[in-house]
C-alpha cells in the first residue's frame, strides 16, 4: 500500500471541497471495497476524506411517504429496518443476498453504489484493462468472460457492475442525493446515477470531482410482490451471475431490474410492457441487441428461466 494522508471532514460541504482541492482525494466510510483496492495498489489515493462522522447515518420518513436513506446507513441496519421489509422487501432481500454479515455490517449505502467491477482482468494490473488503465485495452475481450457483461457493451469494456441493492434500487426508482464542492445539493435519479462504459469505462457514474453523495431517497411505496432472485456459482455469498429484481402487481403489471449482465443495474421500462405474455417476451426487449460473448451466452437464458421462475412463484 502506498503512503497516504488522512482527514476526517466535520461537514458534508467540507468534505467535498476537500477532495476537490486535493488531486486523488478518495472518501473513506465503511472501506470494504477501497482498502483492498489499496492493498493490490489499483486504487492509489494520495489523501483519504474520512467521512463517517457527518451524521449521514439516518433512515427517515420523507413528506411524500417514501424514505430517505443516509449514505452512511450500514447495510444490515437498512436490510433490518422495519419499513425497509415491509415496503421495500426487495431492497431487504437484495442487501442481504450480497454479501456477509461482517461486510454488511462496515458497507454503506454510498460505498455499496459506488463499488467497482469485480473483473478479474481489472484486478489483475498485469493485463490490460481501460477501467483501471484508460487507453491500456481490454483483455477481458479476447480472454474468460464467463462471468462479464452481455449487454451495454463497447470495445472498451465488458465489466459488470457488482452490486445487490444497486439493481434493487433501480427497480424502486430511488433518487440519489448529494452535496457539490460548491455546497449545492442536486439529485440524480438512479436510471442515470451510473453510466454504461462507451470509450470512457474509467468514468463510472454521473458524480462530478468532489460531488459527494450524501443519501438515497425511495418513493412512496408501489406494494405488490417484490422478489429479488441471484444465482451465482456457489450458494455463499458470491458475485452474481444474473440477478432479478421483481415488482409485480395484481395485474400482471410490474417493474424489472437486472443485475451480472451489464456495466449498470439493468432495466428497460419499454420490456416491462410484456410481462403478461411471460419471461420469454421480455427478456427478448429487456436483452435486445445483446452481444454476448462464447463464454457468457448462456446468461441470456438464464435471464429467462430466471426471470420465468420468479413470474411462476407468484401463480403458484
Request: hydrophobic share 45%; aromatic share 4%.
Amino acid at each position: 500500500m502506498k503512503p497516504f494522508t488522512y482527514e476526517r471532514a466535520l461537514t458534508p460541504a467540507a468534505a467535498a471541497g476537500a477532495a476537490a482541492a486535493t488531486p486523488g482525494a478518495r472518501f473513506i466510510a465503511g472501506g470494504t471495497n477501497l482498502l483492498d483496492l489499496m492493498k493490490l495498489q489499483i486504487e492509489t489515493p494520495a489523501h483519504l476524506i474520512d467521512v463517517n462522522g457527518l451524521g449521514l447515518d439516518r433512515i427517515e420518513a420523507t413528506d411524500d411517504g417514501g424514505l430517505r436513506i443516509g449514505a452512511l446507513v450500514r447495510n444490515t441496519d437498512l436490510a433490518a429496518d422495519a419499513r425497509v421489509r415491509r415496503d421495500y422487501p426487495v431492497l431487504s432481500r437484495a442487501l442481504l443476498a450480497g454479501a456477509s454479515a461482517q461486510l454488511r455490517n462496515k458497507a454503506t449505502t454510498a460505498g455499496n453504489l459506488l463499488q467497482r467491477t469485480r473483473c478479474p482482468y481489472f484486478y489483475d494490473p498485469a493485463q490490460a484493462c481501460n477501467k483501471r488503465a484508460p487507453g491500456s485495452g481490454c483483455a477481458a475481450l479476447g480472454g474468460y468472460s464467463r462471468q462479464l457483461a452481455v449487454i451495454g457493451v463497447s470495445e472498451a469494456c465488458i465489466a459488470t457492475h457488482p452490486s445487490d441493492m444497486a439493481v434493487a434500487m433501480r427497480a424502486l426508482d430511488a433518487v440519489v442525493e448529494t452535496v457539490q464542492p460548491t455546497g449545492t445539493t442536486r439529485k440524480i435519479a438512479i436510471a442515470d446515477f451510473h453510466r454504461l462504459p462507451g470509450d470512457t469505462p474509467h468514468i463510472e457514474t454521473a458524480l462530478e470531482p468532489g460531488e459527494l453523495i450524501s443519501a438515497v431517497t425511495l418513493p412512496k411505496p408501489v406494494g405488490g410482490r417484490q422478489v429479488y432472485r441471484k444465482v451465482r456459482d456457489r450458494a455463499s455469498y458470491a458475485f452474481a451471475l444474473v440477478s432479478v429484481a421483481a415488482l409485480v402487481q395484481e395485474d400482471g403489471t410490474g417493474r424489472i431490474a437486472l443485475g451480472g449482465v451489464a456495466h449498470k443495474p439493468w432495466r428497460v421500462e419499454a420490456a416491462e410492457a410484456e410481462l403478461p405474455r411471460g419471461a420469454k417476451a421480455v427478456t427478448e426487449r429487456l436483452l435486445a441487441g445483446a452481444k454476448p460473448t462464447p463464454d457468457n451466452a448462456f446468461k441470456v437464458t438464464l435471464v429467462e428461466r430466471t426471470l420465468g421462475a420468479v413470474l411462476a412463484d407468484g401463480r403458484n
